[in-house]
């Protein structure tokens, strides 16, 4: 009976894992890391092949997969952050990134909040950003491995005393004396991303229960969470990173019912005024296309009224004026043309002008960019941008490009440049 039990705890991979894992971080593993930091995935069998010679195979490719992980979190965290941490590949793709985290925890310290119970961890990205406002942490996670990967990062990076990592279910632990409770749940299952709320682990319900008991709380969500699902009592910020749409957070104990989009870097917060929907209106001289956050949080029309603009279908999310004004929440781009949908014609005017570089952006067209790139061929010195979408019902293509980028390169004397007309 005994050697029966003995053998299941052998082949237990939570076990396996976890000592590849924690021989990583004795003095050979640790070595082994340092000689394979930089190694290219081309040379990693022959960097393995010669390794093996001296060192026990599963730790060489234990720190092998620790390199690559290391190299794959670095758009995270950064090359010398990512260069020191600990990652297990759940924990870097679910991580949030340094810059997303680091404004969170700057909004927490200005709430006024000292310490903060971290439920559902993973290897750490919140915590470290939340220790180094800081913030006390309890950061706990059930996962034996994410667990030794977030102390081993709290170690790294000189945050032990200010976090304490636990394993433990979060559904078990006791928040009582905490400024603030932040759920990031677990939103990707065997099968991918979870869309519904409820079949987030721990799920969004238990998560608003636990945040109900805290002075304050912020919880993770996906950006595509639908407005319905936002409860009263919370405010709703989502918030992108250079452009890309990155969460959506339920803030408890701030605003009650305030929805904001807020775009790093910066912040650029924009609060919701409750405005309609903007009219429809002819297409000017200039379309701006919004920031995802700003759709997502449904704040197209703050937007427009900032430019006085309109839309170019009342479903579409393009505002379009006739003043270039400066606004971070949207691209602004000068229209040029504007043409029912039609390849040959598109394909006619691009040649006139000799196009050879296309940007291709769509809004309720289903046409593929590629595939449009592809048969209308451009070619030529010249840049442009088509949008293909519908104006005020109507399959369109509008022609244009950037306006912003137009006017910083004419007022940039740091890189005069980009004044001369490109070769030809
Ligand atoms: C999205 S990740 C957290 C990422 C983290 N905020 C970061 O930036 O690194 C979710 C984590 O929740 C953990 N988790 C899911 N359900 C849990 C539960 N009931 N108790 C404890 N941890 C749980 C998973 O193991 C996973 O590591």
């Known amino acids: 009976m005994e050697r029966t039990i003995l053998r299941l705890a052998d082949n237990d991979p939570v076990n396996d894992h976890l000592d590849a894992f924690t021989a990583l971080l004795a003095p050979e593993g640790r070595a082994l890391l340092d000689a394979v930091r930089d190694t290219a995935p081309a040379d990693e069998l022959a960097v393995a092949t010669r390794l093996r010679r001296e060192h026990p195979a599963g730790l060489v490719s234990a720190a092998l997969g620790q390199a690559r992980l290391r190299q794959r979190a670095a758009a995270k965290f950064g090359t010398g952050d990512a260069g020191r941490m600990y990652f297990t590949p759940n924990g870097v793709e679910q991580s949030t990134r340094a810059s997303v985290a680091a404004y969170r925890a700057a909004r927490m310290r200005e709430l006024g909040i000292g310490s903060v119970a971290d439920l ?26 994410t667990v030794a990967a977030a102390r081993a990062n709290m170690a790294a990076l000189g945050l032990e005393d200010l976090v304490e990592v636990r394993e433990a279910d979060v559904t078990e632990v006791d928040t009582a004396g905490f400024d603030a409770v932040f759920v990031d749940p677990a939103r990707r299952g065997g099968r991918g991303r979870i869309f519904d709320p409820e079949a987030y682990s721990p799920p969004l ?16 969500v996906a950006p595509g969470i639908p407005h319905e699902a936002v409860p009263g009592d919370a405010e ?20 009650p019912g305030t929805v904001r989009a807020t775009l790093l870097p910066g912040p650029r917060p924009l609060l ?5 929907d903007p009219a429809v209106r002819p297409v000017g001289r200039y379309l701006y296309e919004p920031d995802g956050a700003v759709i997502r949080a449904h704040l197209v029309a703050e937007v427009a ?50 196009v050879g570089t296309l940007t291709v952006k769509k809004r309720g067209s289903a046409v ?4 449009l790139r592809r048969k209308v061929k451009p070619q030529g010195p010249n840049a442009a941008t088509v949008f293909l979408t519908r104006v005020a019902g109507a399959p369109t ?14 007022i940039d004397p740091q890189r005069p440049e980009e004044l001369r007309p490109p070769p030809a």
């Open 120 to 145: 559902c961890c993973g290897i750490g990205g919140d915590a470290i950003a939340l220790a180094r406002a800081g913030i006390r942490v309890l950061a706990v996670d059930r996962d034996p491995v």
């Open 205 to 220: 319900s238990w998560a608003v229960e636990a945040a109900r008991t805290a002075p304050h709380a912020a919880l993770k």
């Open 236 to 255: 709703a910020e989502w918030i992108s990173d250079g452009g890309d749409v990155k969460e959506a957070v339920l803030w408890f104990g701030t605003a």
């Open 272 to 276: 919701s005024r409750g405005l309609p």
């Open 305 to 354: 009224d900032a430019l006085d603009g309109g839309l170019v279908d009342a479903t579409i999310a393009y505002i379009t004026a006739d003043e270039l004004r400066p606004t971070p929440y949207a691209g602004a781009y000068e229209i040029t043309d504007q043409l029912p949908f039609n390849l040959k014609r598109l394909k006619a005017l691009l040649r006139e002008r000799q």
């Open 368 to 371: 593929e960019p590629e595939e």
């Open 397 to 410: 293509m509008l022609v244009g490009h950037p306006a912003q980028g137009l006017s910083r390169r004419l």
